[in-house]
């Protein structure tokens, strides 16, 4: 599963954020899957992608058994072959583009490639717009986000959610976004370092984390 | 999930990781210890941060001894340098935490992760919200909030007094004990969660209602909704019906997930049975 709909941000904010992913219907289209669910990663891998995932590993994944010596030299390079091969079961798969023309081109060869799945884009309503025209598919359905109700004024403010909810399962607490947010303020982390820190916390690899250090970035500026 | 006492140090390194700010470090202990009745089992702290095996009492003399030089050691944020997570077997009805929040963990009524459904991800292929009708995912507790039952609760009796039906391969259905009435399981009323969706359908003449409702009932439980709504678009593509409607009520909506179309049938036995059918 991956819950990308409700990610906080102005349509603005979409522009460096396209989610392709694909999605076996149970009993359907679900047999002998999984070959092209790895082969429909293998293609998003071939357009620069900034994240994959299969549903239980992302492109950057946390690392167990670490030696101290970690602290100075942390891996920070997405392995999308360890995402393909652990391609195991009937799932949702997905990557994660931060340029439109990547993300353009990536499903033009999945139209093509003609797989048989059902294959959704997560973005702005508009993005989808112009990346399916491009292709020339006419879109299905589509299932718009409608804006958080929170009467009871428990969301934290716009920068803390919109880093927090790039996880759609709610992995990336609110107090760790702060967290990254403040530690590079203070200078403690480059912006880039924060966005590997995060992403490794959503193990569908749906986390943008080329969009997290954007976001780290600006609102660093912001503050300025 | 628990934390071994005799492995952490107290660092803190985990106590911003959980979501649900269930983890604190006990001033009476030095050790971060979890606040069980917050805790929803979600898995963030066991597998989201990265492990050490770093032996704990050299790690404690080490920190005694940087903390009287005034030494402040820079630790990568996300790593427990001890392994001192432990995740334990849960029995109902605590094991519904784990299987509404852990996104890893497959829920058994819908063979899907998580909380959710295929939705209109597969209306392409397995035809859920037809022409005209609308479908709605009504998401409890997140982001970052959490949930219990009974609050859902409210909302299911809600919109089942309204006459509004369940759609049936959704974990929170497979929870009720009376779908007329939305009433959900006993045993799980005050158990806490990360999230979890109600999903209905409705005629696209109900969209203004439904969303009242949930709005009205949102404001007497203490949590936070976020609805998606679906439609199918029609052979051009274009949504001309729920798009502008959404825009008349005044709902921003500027982001969506747009089934592209390329889905259809190719299990063998599902082809025999549409070619019965078509016979």
Redesign the interface.
């Known amino acids: ?1 991956t ?9 603005e904010s ?1 522009r460096d954020d396209y989610i392709i ?1 694909a ?9 002998d899957c999984i070959p092209k669910l790895k082969d429909f990663l293998r293609i998003c891998a071939k357009h620069n992608p900034a994240n994959i995932g299969n ?2 590993r992302s492109s950057l994944a ?7 010596s ?2 100075w030299t ?1 891996n920070k390079k997405p392995d999308w072959n360890k995402v393909i091969d652990e391609v195991g079961k009937s ?2 798969v997905s990557a994660v583009f931060a340029h439109e023309n990547d993300a353009q081109a990536c ?1 033009d060869e ?2 093509k490639a ?12 508009e993005n ?2 112009r990346v ?1 025209k491009a292709c020339g ?16 004024d ?3 403010n716009s920068q803390v ?1 919109e880093l ?2 790039m996880c ?9 976004a ?3 947010l403040d ?1 590079v303020r203070e200078g ?2 480059t912006p880039e370092d924060a966005a590997a ?1 995060l992403v ?2 959503c ?2 690899g749906v986390y943008n984390p080329v969009r997290a250090k954007r976001l780290i970035e600006e609102a660093c500026k912001e503050q300025r | 999930m628990k934390i071994n006492q005799q492995k952490c140090v107290g660092c803190g390194n985990c106590v911003p990781v959980c979501p649900m700010g269930a983890i604190y470090v006990d001033q009476s202990t030095t050790r971060a210890t979890i606040n069980d009745d917050a805790c929803v089992e979600c898995g963030a702290c066991f597998r989201g941060m990265s492990t050490e095996n770093l032996n704990p009492t050299m790690v404690r003399t080490v920190r005694k001894v940087a903390k009287f030089l005034r030494f402040r050691f820079e630790p990568e944020p996300d790593v427990c340098p001890t392994s001192a997570f432990e995740m334990h077997d849960l029995e109902m009805p605590r094991l519904i935490r784990q299987i509404f929040s852990d996104p890893v963990v497959e829920h058994k009524s819908t063979g899907i992760k998580g909380r959710g459904t295929e939705e209109v991800k597969t209306n392409d292929v397995n035809p859920r919200v037809g022409a005209g009708e609308v479908g709605y995912t009504i998401e409890f507790g997140r982001p970052g909030v959490g949930v219990r039952f009974f609050e859902i609760q409210n909302m299911t009796r809600e919109l089942a007094r309204n006459g509004i039906t369940f759609e049936k391969k959704n974990p929170i259905t497979h929870l009720m004990t009376n779908t007329s009435t939305g009433d959900l399981r006993e045993d799980i009323l005050q158990e806490k969660i990360l999230s979890a969706i109600v999903e209905i359908k409705t005629e696209i003449t109900r969209v203004e209602e439904v969303l009242r409702i949930v709005h009205d009932v949102n404001d007497k439980i203490d949590t936070v909704t976020a609805v998606g709504i679906s439609t199918r678009c029609d052979e051009n593509g274009e949504d001309k019906i729920l798009d502008p409607l959404l825009e008349e009520l005044g709902f921003v909506h500027v982001r969506a997930k747009t089934n592209m179309g390329l889905g259809r049938v190719t299990n063998q036995i599902e082809l025999k049975k549409i070619e019965e059918i078509n016979i």
Do not use: Q, W
């Open positions: 599963m819950n990308t709909l409700h990610r906080y941000g102005s349509a979409f992913f999605i076996p219907a149970k009993g359907l289209n679900d047999d549903g239980n946390p690392e167990k058994g670490l030696k101290p970690a602290h942390r799932g949702t499903f999945v139209v003609d797989f048989g799945l059902s294959v959704n884009m997560s973005t702005s309503v989808a717009k399916a598919v006419s879109r299905h359905s589509v299932e718009y986000a409608l804006p958080f109700n929170d009467p009871h428990h969301l934290p959610l927090s909810t759609g399962h709610g992995m990336v607490s609110f107090n760790f702060k967290k990254m530690m403690r982390r820190t490794r916390f193990p569908c």
